[in-house]
């Protein structure tokens, strides 16, 4: 379980507690409902309201029990006390207040081969983990085409703005699309065009295939964040296409303006989640700026921590709405008025449907 977390975080966590939620449903028995992290630094500081923090989404979910584990080097002097032992001792008592069984909180000074873990709970219990990339964890992470970055810092930098010269070059026809875009809503052969070359984008970014023309750039970001076509986007997608659909919002974020930029970012981090990426969701929320219904959304998502299932439940519903209401050829639903210097803040409507939903 201990080599694991690398895998269900995403990232390699460094100088951290994580804490693993077991549940008991019995349709999913001994599985990973939950997972947290939170820095080494601020377990000490107030115990009771970061227990509550931590276990706030939990009481929303079937646990049976919790394993925790601190991430940190150890004192190099022997017989040292472990690293952060009283503070984690307080912490953890706080969290059984909460009536959560906790099992197991070890000790580990980094994740490899080899590394020794040791018990706060026992001091007698102690093993060695097995090396963290080459376990069947890691094996299915691969296979399901996630990626476990060697730092949180490491998975963030997806999330850089391209050059400025690059930014600037594209804005205007980024500004012209989003008009173009709104227009189409209400011609079925184009907005069926816009679509296919939307999805005809997603699958070609399934292969690694991401757009190079600065056309063809533009013309995607504003069919992403233009309503009724950006909840069109949200489909009953196979995981090798919702991988394309994150990795082609977040190569467009580079060079969008806001507010496009939060819409793709909230849309690569809901798709991210709907795979069982938290942490990269997570970085996507942090990446948008723009007070927006779709953002909010993936925020609150996070916060309690909804299934991916239900997430996708609710994500196919409003993805068939939106492409119901273009066959329909009616006029997208929401306020449309103009922004300042019409196209030059970037228009996006305030609803969206999978929000509403």
């Given at each position: ?6 895998h ?23 599985r ?45 002097e ?5 690293p ?7 912490l ?46 890691a ?30 070059r ?9 008009e ?90 809901l ?10 969701a ?13 953002l909010?959304?993936?925020?609150e ?20 709405e939106?492409r119901?209401?273009?066959?329909a ?29």
């Open positions: 379980m201990f080599a694991a977390i690398p269900l975080l995403g990232f390699v966590p460094h100088k951290s507690f994580v804490l693993i939620f077991i549940g008991n449903d019995p349709l999913r028995p001994n990973s409902e939950m997972i947290a992290r939170v820095s080494l630094d601020d377990v000490g500081q107030d115990p009771a309201a970061l227990a509550r923090h931590l276990t706030r989404s939990a009481m929303d979910h079937p646990i049976a029990a919790v394993i925790g584990l601190a991430v940190c080097p150890s004192s190099p022997p017989g040292s006390a472990l952060y032992r009283t503070e984690l001792l307080t953890t008592h706080e969290i059984r207040q909460h009536g959560l069984r906790i099992d197991e909180v070890g000790h580990v000074p980094d994740f490899t081969e080899g590394a020794t873990w040791q018990s706060y709970l026992a001091e007698d219990r102690t093993g060695r983990l097995p090396d963290p990339f080459a376990t069947p964890v094996a299915t992470v691969v296979a399901e085409g996630l990626v476990t970055a060697r730092s949180r810092d490491d998975l963030a930098a997806v999330f850089t703005p391209a050059g400025p010269a690059l930014r600037a594209v804005a205007p026809l980024i500004f012209s699309a989003l173009q875009t709104r227009a189409d809503r209400t011609q079925p052969d184009v907005a069926r065009e816009r679509l296919a070359r939307a999805e005809g984008a997603i699958t070609a970014a399934t292969t690694g295939t991401l757009p190079a023309e600065d056309h063809e750039i533009a013309d995607l970001i504003a069919t992403f964040s233009v309503e009724p076509f950006r909840s069109a986007m949200f489909n009953d997608r196979s995981t090798k296409a919702l991988h394309g659909v994150k990795a082609l919002t977040t190569y467009l974020w580079r060079v969008a303006p806001e507010p496009c930029a939060s819409n793709l970012a909230a849309i690569a981090g798709h991210a989640y709907m795979l069982g990426g938290s942490t990269i997570r970085i996507a929320a942090d990446a948008g700026t723009a007070r927006l219904p779709l909010s959304l993936l925020r998502v996070l916060d309690r921590q909804l299934s991916p299932r239900e997430l996708k439940v609710v994500a196919i519903l409003a993805g068939s939106a119901a209401e273009l066959d050829f009616g006029p997208a639903e929401g306020p449309q008025g103009a922004e300042p210097n019409e196209a030059a803040a970037g228009p996006c409507e305030p609803i969206d449907r999978l929000s509403r939903n």
